[in-house]
């Protein structure tokens, strides 16, 4: 029986859901795609800590695979929300991509004056790379927002290579080294969520990287434990055990950063409730700031 896989009908979750779709073909396993809509994509015009954050992106899906309507769901998985609900499982995660982000613009990197993002990440780390710059929200698939910065809306746009990669996007702009733009936990990695179906986890196994998982696992047991989710400018990384970790003040201007290897899940977790104490005050500045409730 061919595998339904649900899928949000912009072009980089159905390119996302092709490569799933071949690594499974390539493996014996026929499967079929099944487009959902999504908050995420419906609601365009304001910014995601409004509507929900990422997990606006992942509701819809999950209902759909608890209603039997799909088998799974591909998914960036820095979408995933840290708390799932009951019955499902992450059966697989792909070998990571890069996990860094790109500034696309055009012409000269010193004549970038007004940068666009729907991140309070992203935006808190280019304003303490420039406090001179000029952030301005912007929503949309990467062909939109591609097409938002030649009309001269933005000088600049902030994604994440990951995507523009999978799209097979060439445009002119810079990679921003993970190291100092701490990307956001899991950006570059996709995950395939199924019920928690036996049969249904052992055939989208085959599909797993256990390196990359293991360092999903670690950035996701850090967020946890931080609690900032996806509303507080945080970014987690971790490459072969070596963890990188950072909250920012909204501005940009104030930072908390942790820099360490990590041997185990549990040592990730213990790390992440030693960092929320030294970070407690930027994440709870930041939701108040936002005016979300905890």
Excluded at 184 to 205: F, H, K, W, Y
Aim: proline share 4%; glycine share 10%.
């Amino acid at each position: 029986m061919s595998v339904r896989i649900g899928t949000r009908g912009s072009k980089l979750a159905l390119a996302q859901t092709s490569t799933v779709c071949e690594k499974l073909s390539a493996k014996g396993i026929s499967s079929g795609q099944v487009i959902i809509s999504t908050q995420g994509d419906t609601t365009t015009g304001v910014p995601l800590h409004e509507i929900g954050g990422q997990g606006v992106f992942v509701r819809a899906l999950d209902d759909a695979i608890l209603a039997g309507e799909i088998d799974c769901a591909v998914h960036s998985m820095k979408d995933i929300p840290a708390f799932r609900p009951a019955g499902l499982v992450i059966a697989a995660v792909l070998k990571r991509d890069s996990a860094a982000d790109y500034l696309a613009h055009k012409g000269s990197l010193n004549a970038v004056k007004v940068v666009g993002t729907s991140s309070t990440r992203r935006r808190a780390q280019m304003l303490r790379h420039d406090p001179c710059i000029t952030l301005k929200d912007i929503r949309g698939n990467v062909d939109t927002r591609i097409r938002k910065m030649d009309t001269g809306e933005y000088d600049a746009i902030l994604l994440a290579e990951a995507g523009l990669t999978r799209l097979g996007i060439r445009i002119s702009g810079e990679r921003l080294p993970p190291e100092k733009f701490v990307p956001a936990p899991n950006q570059g990695t996709i995950a395939v969520v199924c019920r928690a179906d036996p049969s249904l986890m052992e055939q989208l196994s085959v599909l797993d990287h256990p390196q990359t998982r293991t360092d999903v696992a670690i950035e996701r047991a850090v967020m946890e434990q931080l609690g900032g989710g996806c509303f507080t400018p945080l970014g987690i990384y971790c490459r072969a055990g070596h963890l990188i970790a950072e909250v920012l003040s909204l501005d940009g201007q104030r930072t908390e950063r942790i820099e360490t290897d990590v041997q185990s899940i549990e040592q990730a977790r213990e790390i992440g409730r030693q960092f929320h104490k030294t970070a407690k005050d930027l994440i709870e500045e930041a939701y108040q700031k936002l005016g979300i409730l905890k």
